[in-house]
T-cell receptor, first 116, second 113 residues
Framework: DQQVKQNSPSLSVQEGRISILNCDYT??????FLWYKKYPAEGPTFLIS?????DKNEDGRFTVFLNKSAKHLSLHIVPSQPGDSAVYFC???????????????FGKGITLSVRP | AAGVIQSPRHLIKEKRETATLKCYPI?????VYWYQQGPGQDPQFLIS???????DKGSIPDRFSAQQFSDYHSELNMSSLELGDSALYFC????????????FGAGTRLSVL
């Protein structure tokens, strides 16, 4: 049972426009969420995270929004650049597993292509 | 800045052979995690160590074992390899006392023939 869902396997946007990557979760115990970017032949690279006590976190071109009631989060990239083309994973940690036991539960990832 | 180092990057083994994957965490990080990513799949948690003690265990086969050494590096030992073990194996580390962010290595691609 996939507890973190990234239902759109791919997204293509024009350079300079906004990219919106969506993620849904089913486990109400998740309370810390992370986005990772992955290029081929490399490991996942941490992008941005958000705690359940917030509904928005911003870092440069990247903003993550969290809607707890809908169990939904989204990553906005503005403006999108060709170098942003990669696979983006949403991941979550349950409340009772923070700290040393904070294993990540991943979604299946979204392949973002930014067209020049 | 130093990152998580994994070796080897690529490994080819025959069925029923054994494999050892190594992970060197970011200096001063106290927790190491191992994940397995099959083709077209999301990374799945295998096992973690905090201060050299196993802290959590996921869907790790009994044929696999792991440990964390006094210098905090970790090794994942895989025996009686099966074709289905072919995957990317990622190691991640974190400073668990401070934050939930895990930093990943480049991974080891294991191919079992």
């Amino acid at each position: 049972d996939q507890q973190v869902k990234q239902n759109s396997p791919s997204l293509s946007v024009q350079e300079g426009r906004i990219s919106i990557l969506n993620c849904d979760y089913t486990n109400s115990m998740f309370d810390y969420f992370l986005w990772y970017k992955k290029y081929p032949a490399e490991g996942p690279t941490f992008l941005i995270s958000i705690s359940s006590i917030k509904d928005k976190n911003e870092d440069g071109r990247f903003t993550v929004f969290l809607n707890k009631s809908a169990k939904h989060l989204s990553l906005h990239i503005v403006p999108s650049q060709p170098g942003d083309s990669a696979v983006y994973f949403c991941a979550a940690i349950p409340r009772f597993l923070t700290g040393a036991n904070s294993k990540l539960t991943f979604g299946k990832g979204i392949t973002l292509s930014v067209r020049p | 800045a130093a990152g998580v180092i994994q070796s080897p990057r690529h490994l080819i083994k025959e069925k029923r052979e054994t494999a050892t994957l190594k992970c060197y965490p970011i200096p001063r990080h106290d927790t190491v995690y191992w994940y397995q990513q099959g083709p077209g799949q999301d990374p799945q948690f295998l096992i973690s160590f905090y201060e050299k003690m196993q802290s959590d265990k996921g869907s790790i086969p009994d044929r696999f074992s792991a440990q964390q050494f006094s210098d905090y590096h970790s090794e994942l030992n895989m025996s009686s390899l099966e074709l289905g073990d072919s995957a990317l194996y990622f190691c991640a580390s974190s400073l668990a006392r401070v934050e939930n962010i895990q930093y990943f290595g480049a991974g080891t691609r294991l191919s079992v023939l």
